[in-house]
């Protein structure tokens, strides 16, 4: 079945920590994206990439870092230099239709500091 | 600047009831697109529909219909007969067209409650 998938769907963190969520999808979506919710809040954008070796920072990148090695994967690094980041992260990914841009979405994972 | 609003932030319905979600859009293009997401207690945001700047046909799928109205710039949800299983948070979307992504806008999103 064709999807996102997210891991691990909860994860622990000490401070002072870097922590490194997964995102993997086999749809042959151009672009992914990651987004950060916190509790009663919208959705906020950290990074994205429209393709394979290029990204782009978004509203909220700082303390965050990403890669695209692979079409297929965008893993997100929350460093330590993220002052707060217990909070739900999804994954999202979009077909590169000129600008037509529905995203479909993983199933998150949720990262508490201890 | 894009923004969406989502006046209301939480509703509670009696199963059976219908209930519809309000939300304004601002945008300075003449092309964009509305998107309606769900968002269930596991958390994985559902894609619900998408509605291009054109077409302001109003559409119905099964007990879920929107209404699209540019001159209002209101994009409202409605669900008929509600039931518990769509007890979720929904957000409404706004996207520019040509910036592939970036500009991608979320609501705050409306916790609806259906009660049994």
């Known amino acids: ?69 692979k079409k297929e994967s965008f893993p997100l690094t929350v460093t330590s230099a993220q002052k707060n980041p217990t909070a739900f992260y999804l994954c999202a990914s979009s077909p590169r239709e000129g600008g037509t841009d529905t995203q479909y979405f993983g199933p998150g994972t949720r990262l508490t500091v201890l | 600047a894009q923004k969406v609003t989502q006046a209301q932030t939480e509703i509670s319905v009696v199963e059976k009831e219908d209930v519809t979600l309000d939300c304004v859009y601002e945008t300075r293009d003449t092309t964009y697109y509305l998107f309606w997401y769900k968002q269930p207690p596991s958390g994985e945001l559902v894609f619900l529909i998408r509605r291009n700047s054109f077409d302001e046909q109003n559409e119905i799928s099964g007990r879920y219909s929107w209404n699209f109205q540019k001159s209002t710039s209101s994009f409202n949800f409605t669900i008929t ?36």
């Open chain 2, 81 to 116: 007969a509600s039931q518990v299983v769509d007890s979720a948070v929904y957000f409404c979307a706004l996207s520019e067209a040509n910036n592939y992504g970036q500009n991608f806008v979320f609501g705050p999103g409306t916790r609806l409650s259906v009660l049994p």
């Open chain 1, 1 to 69: 079945d064709g999807g996102i998938t997210q891991s691990p769907k909860y994860l622990f963190r000490k401070e002072g920590q870097n922590v490194t969520l997964s995102c993997e999808q086999n749809l042959n979506h151009d672009a992914m994206y990651w987004y950060r919710q916190d509790p009663g809040q919208g959705l906020r954008l950290i990074y994205y990439s429209q393709i394979v070796n290029d990204f782009q920072k978004g509203d909220i990148a700082e303390g965050y870092s990403v890669s695209r090695e």
